[in-house]
Nanobody, 118 residues
Framework: QVQLVESGGGLVQAGGSLRLSCSAS????????MAWYRQAPGNQRVMVAI???????NYADSVKGRFTISRGNAKNTVYLQLTSLKPEDTGVYYC????????????WGQGTQVTVSS
């Protein structure tokens, strides 16, 4: 069973930046996409950024131009660069990896807290 571990969250003032990292405990084969989701208090978990196996990226409208998703050279790591942070970016950020290798898989990390103060 592959485990995803996120890091890089914290408390930052509005306008600041953070870089989130997500690393898989083992090798990942047959990855379709890697994504970051955000869950604010009292809200559902929503996707903020995704990168597909061919390198295509897509972002939620609320973060376009401010967040950047990228994959590491080892392909078992995904990053999320957060810039020009706003208080509404506050939430728990989760890493997600989906793919198929003999069977379909859908892995989640434990989440990392990002808090943006005004």
């Amino acid at each position: 069973q592959v485990q995803l571990v996120e890091s890089g969250g914290g408390l930052v003032q509005a306008g600041g930046s953070l870089r989130l990292s997500c690393s898989a405990s083992g090798s990942l084969f047959g990855v379709d996409n890697m994504a970051w989701y955000r869950q604010a208090p009292g809200n559902q978990r929503v996707m903020v950024a995704i990168v597909t196996s061919d390198g295509s990226t897509n972002y939620a409208d609320s973060v376009k131009g401010r967040f950047t998703i990228s994959r590491g050279n080892a392909k078992n790591t995904v990053y999320l660069q957060l810039t020009s942070l706003k208080p509404e970016d506050t939430g728990v950020y989760y890493c997600n990896v989906r793919g198929r290798w003999n069977r379909e898989y859908n892995y989640w990390g434990q989440g990392t807290q990002v808090t943006v103060s005004s």
